[in-house]
């Protein structure tokens, strides 16, 4: 059995009393590579602050690791999020006058329990393992749309976060540098990594194992599909088009 890292019991969320989120029940389990999908404006997007503790909720309650989070003071609520969780948006939100290096740097150093050791040399050995080798040492400006993501990525994962939460990760990448930033993903979800990714790209969501079909603020559907790099590609992204189809997408 999988252990439920995130549960959501009756998650609602009203923007001036227009309901966006619809009293979601979701769990999100260790290891897994979930998708959330969904048209726009569906909701995707405050799921996942609802349950990353960006946001507050305006109904049902949040756990993670079994310990409700929907309650925690700001300040606390921040602690959490830098030491165990890890953001990747559409923008890098990169510090502008930081290098990469800096950047992903500045993450560890705020991670006060975890006590990162040697965070510039993990830093440094991440930035390697995410491809990101010659231009660490830019800043933002000087480097492209797919390294800045890819650093992105790396600032993350440095204090090994639980979970993962991506928000249309490769929104902003062109069709080659969005191919490498979910293969980077895959990569760490195959080395035990969870993720949970907000997408409404069909080739960004085969590297789920589970996907999530979201509608006027309610979970409709789920696919589960083996772990990526199991079945051919072709297979893989026919079976999620079919599914999509048959959820009138
Ligand atoms: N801060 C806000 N104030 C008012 N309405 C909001 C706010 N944030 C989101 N909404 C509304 O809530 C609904 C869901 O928005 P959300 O951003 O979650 O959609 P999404 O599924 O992520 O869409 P997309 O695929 O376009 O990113 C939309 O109708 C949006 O206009
Ligand atoms: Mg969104």
Not at 46 to 61: F, N, Q, V
Not at 177 to 184: A, D, G, Q, T, Y
Request: aromatic residues 6%; glycine residues 8%; hydrophobic residues 40%.
């Amino acid at each position: 059995m999988k252990k439920v890292l995130i549960k959501g019991k009756g998650i609602c969320k009203s923007f001036s009393g227009v309901q966006v989120l619809d009293h979601v029940d979701i769990d999100i389990f260790e290891g897994d590579f979930t998708v959330i999908m969904g048209a726009s404006g569906a909701g995707k997007s405050t799921l996942l602050y609802a349950l990353s503790g960006m946001d507050d909720i305006t109904g049902g309650d949040v756990e993670f690791k079994e310990k409700k989070i929907s309650n925690l003071q700001e300040n606390k609520m921040a602690q959490l999020r830098a030491e165990e969780f890890g953001f990747v948006f559409q923008q890098t939100h990169l510090v502008s006058n930081l290098t990469l290096l800096e950047n992903v740097a500045v993450a560890g150093y705020a991670c006060r329990t975890k006590n990162i050791k040697n965070v510039r040399e993990r830093a440094v050995q991440i930035l390697s393992q995410m491809h990101v080798n010659r231009a660490k040492e830019r800043l933002p400006h000087q480097v492209s749309g797919g390294e800045a993501q890819r650093a992105a990525i790396a600032r993350a994962v440095i204090n090994h976060p639980a979970l993962i939460f991506a928000d249309e990760p490769t929104g902003a990448l062109n069709k080659a540098n969005s191919e490498e930033v979910l293969e980077l993903m895959t990569e760490l979800n195959r080395n035990g990594q969870s993720i949970l990714m907000v997408t409404h790209d069909i080739r960004s969501a085969v590297h789920g194992n589970r996907i999530l079909y979201l509608e006027d603020g309610k979970i409709l559907e789920e696919l589960d599909l083996n772990v990526y790099g199991e079945d051919d590609r072709k297979t893989r992204e026919t079976k999620v088009s079919d599914w999509l189809s048959s959820l009138r997408w």
